[in-house]
């Protein structure tokens, strides 16, 4: 039996992410995640969607099986799907950065209070 976590290990040769354009619409690519699953998808279409630039965002998984989706990105004129997308990682980063040391600061906290009593 394999650990559920070398379901996300990228065996050698494979990308992360691939992207490929979709020529049927304008401004719009598909990204392939390997090694990943619902959890990062709806994560970056969630996000993607609050940038006023996107027209259109969404995921799919194309077989509950593989740990795979594909993430169509629809911009506007003004930035690519590709920066789009970079920017939403980026500011997820960053959210997470924070989400960090606040859940540290809290558990210091509560460590403290325990300690004291």
Known sequence: ARNSFELFLLP?????????????QP???IFTFNREDHTLGNLLRATLL???HVIFSA?????????KFEL???TDDETTPK???LSACSGLIADLQILSQK???EWELNKIAR???
Do not use: C, W
């Open 27 to 29: 401004n719009t690519a």
């Open 50 to 52: 609050q940038n006023e």
């Open 103 to 105: 859940l540290t600061r």
């Open 59 to 67: 995921y799919k998984v194309p077989h509950p099986l593989f740990p």
């Open 12 to 24: 050698d040769g494979e990308a992360k992410v691939t992207m490929e354009s979709d020529t049927r």
């Open 72 to 74: 169509r990105i629809q």
């Open 115 to 117: 300690d004291s009593a």
């Open 83 to 85: 920066e789009a997308l």
